[in-house]
């Protein structure tokens, strides 16, 4: 599951790097990185998102709850996604 869903935000992100859709889902993803700082995300910016990117995002809450937001896929991904939308 992990792959698919980073996968997917990847693909997002590739699509439209400054897009709404995107910015909020590599926010949430920044964000769950800071477990002590209680992955502080404005769950009013879900609303910003259409039926599709919930889902994307409930997945990468998912990924965070099974300790899965760490680890070579998770670190390779965030990369791409820091790449993506620093150049992009």
Not at 72 to 82: F, G, K, P, Q
Request: glycine share 6%; with cysteine; aromatic share 4%.
């Amino acid at each position: 599951m992990s792959n698919s869903v980073l996968e997917a935000i990847l693909r997002e992100i590739e699509s439209s790097p400054h897009g709404a859709k995107s910015l909020t889902l590599y926010a949430l993803a920044n964000t769950l990185e800071h477990e002590k700082a209680g992955c502080l995300f404005k769950l009013t910016k879900l609303r910003d998102l259409d039926p599709e990117g919930r889902q994307l995002a409930y997945s990468l809450m998912e990924l965070m709850a099974e300790g899965k937001n760490r680890g070579d896929a998770w670190a390779l991904a965030r990369a791409r996604m820091d790449e993506l939308v620093r150049k992009g």
